[in-house]
């Protein structure tokens, strides 16, 4: 497969030190150590010289939203940095999930029955399970992946107690049009209610808003690693 990945800007280190800088100071605002929140480097359309070049300047974990292009990308740079942890932050088809059990060292986005049972059935099959968020349609939006906020306690229920799934939180990612602290807010609300630790909430626009308001991992893309060309 040929892949034409995007440009690798210049500044990558610089660009983590000041989303590091600001995460930290965020953390320190709502009374946290900045050890507390986690940061996801989104590296999505950015090719293999832009993951290392955030590798040296001290990042270890990466998120792609696509099980294919992850596939493409990270069974080398696993292999020159086994310390390299990866997220999927993008839809899972159940077809895949075997493909992203093998790769990914956490899923953000187990939204339904049918994937938490095709995730089973892979870990029992290959003996390994990632970490895993829930993720909450927070604005209920049709196009939208995510399970709906009533729907969390049930999925929850059984891809844990049932499955024996590692759910260790939840994951948002609020509408374009509306003001996203409201969507932060809703989403701890529900992970405290369904006594779960992580919250997985805030990008680019709006990590600093996130952590403010209770985030345990960010996912930043092009804040570090540039502008990606809109998709067509
Ligand atoms: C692309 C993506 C991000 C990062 O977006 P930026 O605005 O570039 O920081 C975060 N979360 C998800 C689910 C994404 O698909």
């Not at 989303?19 to 590296?43: D, F, M, N």
């Not at 090719?47 to 974990?61: C, I």
């Not at 932050?89 to 895949?96: A, C, D, S």
Request: hydrophobic share 40%.
């Amino acid at each position: 497969m040929t892949q034409s990945w995007n440009p690798t800007r210049p500044d990558i280190a610089e660009a983590l030190a000041s989303v590091r800088e600001t995460i930290a100071l965020a953390a320190r605002e709502s009374g946290r150590g900045p050890e507390e929140v986690a940061l996801v480097a989104v590296a999505k359309t950015f090719g293999p010289s832009a993951v290392e070049a955030a590798y040296a300047a001290g990042q270890r974990v990466f998120g792609e939203n696509r099980v294919q292009e992850a596939q493409s990308k990270y069974p080398d740079l696993k292999k020159r940095h086994p310390d390299l942890m990866l997220h999927l932050i993008g839809p899972l088809q159940t077809n895949k999930a075997g493909d992203a059990l093998a790769l990914f060292d956490v899923i953000e986005t187990l939204d339904r029955e049918k994937l938490a049972r095709a995730l089973a059935k892979e870990r029992d099959r290959q003996g390994r399970c990632p970490q895993l968020y829930i993720q909450v349609n927070t604005g209920g939006e049709a196009q939208k992946a995510g399970c709906k906020a009533a729907d969390a306690a049930a999925l929850l229920q059984l891809s844990r107690d049932e499955l024996n799934l590692p759910v260790i939180g939840l994951m948002c990612i609020p509408p374009l049009d509306e003001p996203p602290a409201v969507h932060f807010g809703l989403l701890k609300r529900l992970a405290q209610d369904l006594d779960l630790e992580n919250l997985s909430m805030g990008m680019s626009g709006d990590y600093e808003a996130a952590v403010m308001l209770g985030a345990t991992s960010v996912r930043v893309g092009s804040a570090i690693f540039g502008q990606r060309p809109k998709p067509v």
